[in-house]
C-alpha cells in the first residue's frame, strides 16, 4: 500500500518568512497530492491540491510542487501570518473512489 | 448544505460498553471515510466505503464494524469499547463522480470519545 513521509513533524517561522513541508511517497500509481489544515480543535480542510499532469500550482501565498520522477511534493507558504498556525496533512491517492494516504503532519507555529 | 454531520460531538464510555457514531453527508459524494487521530499518529484510516453497497477494511479495523446505510450515511460501531480506541474520529465523504476530478476530502467536526 500506499506509505507518505512528512517533514518536519514542527515548524517555527517569523511572521512574513516562508514555509516549507516536505511529502515523499512510494505508489507509483498515485497521482492525487492534497494538503489539509487542521487548527487547533476544528476538523482538517482541504487547502490545495494537484494532481501528476502538473508540476506547480499556486493559490495566493500558498504553492504546491510535485515532482513525479522523485515521488516529492512539497507546500510552500509564503509571507506567513499567525493565523497560518496549523497543522498541516499531506496525502496522496491513485484518485476516483481510491482512498486518501495522509502523512503524519506537520504543527507550523508562525511567530508574531 | 449542511457538508459532513456527525453525532454525537463527545461521548465517555466505560469498558465493554458499545455505542454507533452516526455520519450523514448531503452532498451528493460516493465515497465516505472513517478516521481517527491520535497525537503523533496522524489520520488513520479505519475503514472506507467507496460506493453505496461496498464497504472496505483501511489501516486499523480491528475493533470496529461499519455500515453504509445508505449513499448518505456511514456508521462507525465499536462493539465493546477499550481504553486504546480513546480517540478523536473523523468521517470524511469524496468524490461526486461527476466527471470534474473532485477527490477532496470533506470532513465531519469530529467525535472526542473517552473510554475508560
Known amino acids: 500500500g500506499e506509505n507518505v513521509e512528512q517533514h518536519p513533524s514542527t515548524l517555527s517561522v517569523q511572521e512574513g518568512d516562508s514555509a516549507v513541508i516536505k511529502c515523499t511517497y512510494s505508489?507509483?500509481?498515485?497521482?492525487?497530492f492534497p494538503w489539509y489544515k487542521q487548527e487547533l480543535g476544528k476538523r482538517p480542510q482541504l487547502i490545495i491540491d494537484i494532481r501528476s499532469n502538473v508540476g506547480e500550482k499556486k493559490d495566493q501565498r500558498i504553492a504546491v510542487t510535485l515532482n513525479k520522477t522523485a515521488k516529492h511534493f512539497s507546500l510552500h507558504i509564503t509571507e506567513t501570518q499567525p493565523e497560518d498556525s496549523a497543522v498541516y496533512f499531506c496525502?496522496?491517492?491513485?484518485?476516483?473512489?481510491?482512498?486518501?494516504?495522509f502523512g503524519i503532519g506537520t504543527k507550523l507555529q508562525v511567530i508574531p | 448544505n449542511a457538508g459532513v454531520t456527525q453525532t454525537p460531538k463527545f461521548q465517555v464510555l466505560k469498558t465493554g460498553q458499545s455505542m454507533t457514531l452516526q455520519c450523514a453527508q448531503d452532498?451528493?459524494?460516493?465515497?465516505m471515510y472513517w478516521y481517527r487521530q491520535d497525537p503523533g499518529m496522524g489520520l488513520r484510516l479505519i475503514y472506507y466505503?467507496?460506493?453505496?453497497?461496498?464497504?472496505d477494511k483501511g489501516e486499523v479495523p480491528n475493533g470496529y464494524n461499519v455500515s453504509r446505510l445508505n449513499k448518505r450515511e456511514f456508521s462507525l460501531r465499536l462493539e465493546s469499547a477499550a481504553p486504546s480506541q480513546t480517540s478523536v474520529y473523523f468521517c470524511?465523504?469524496?468524490?461526486?463522480?461527476?466527471?470534474?476530478?473532485?477527490?477532496?476530502?470533506?470532513f465531519g467536526s469530529g467525535t472526542r470519545l473517552t473510554v475508560v
Open positions: 466505503s467507496a460506493s453505496e453497497g461496498t464497504t
Open positions: 496525502a496522496a491517492s491513485p484518485g476516483g473512489y481510491q482512498k486518501v494516504t
Open positions: 470524511a465523504s469524496s468524490y461526486p463522480g461527476d466527471g470534474k476530478a473532485n477527490y477532496g476530502y470533506t
Open positions: 452532498m451528493n459524494h460516493n465515497s
Open positions: 505508489d507509483s500509481a498515485s497521482n492525487y
